[in-house]
Nanobody
Framework: QVQFVESGGELVQPGASLRLSCAAS????????IGWFRQAPGKTREGVACISSRLKTYYTNLAQGRFAISRDNARRIVYLELFNLKPEENATYYCAPARCFTTGSGSTVFPHDASWGQGTQVTVSS
């Protein structure tokens, strides 16, 4: 099973931007879609964004038009860029294989055969 290591989280001020990285072990990224998830203190883990092996992207309502997911298959890394961060987005961010789809009410991202890593902590505070 492929393992993922998340990095890039840090303490930032409101309005700042960050780029999170999700590095996969092994020689290639899985052909599965890869999703980013976050878990705020006291809350359940929720899907934020997802990208397929063909680079089709999905964003849930949590992304609010300010997140961008990308994928570098050659480097085996999936990125999540966070723009104009808000304090309510304090959370630990994780990546994992995912299932993603879009309906009339928006996109849904949920984990599929996930083996959770340590995640990367994003703290937004002035």
């Amino acid at each position: 099973q492929v393992q993922f290591v998340e990095s890039g989280g840090e303490l930032v001020q409101p309005g700042a931007s960050l780029r999170l990285s999700c590095a996969a072990s092994g020689t290639t990224l899985p052909t599965n879609p890869i999703g980013w998830f976050r878990q705020a203190p006291g809350k359940t883990r929720e899907g934020v964004a997802c990208i397929s092996s063909r680079l089709k992207t999905y964003y849930t309502n949590l992304a609010q038009g300010r997140f961008a997911i990308s994928r570098d298959n050659a480097r085996r890394i999936v990125y999540l860029e966070l723009f104009n961060l808000k304090p309510e987005e304090n959370a630990t961010y994780y990546c994992a294989p995912a299932r993603c789809f879009t309906t009339g009410s928006g996109s849904t991202v949920f984990p599929h055969d996930a083996s959770w890593g340590q995640g990367t902590q994003v703290t937004v505070s002035s």
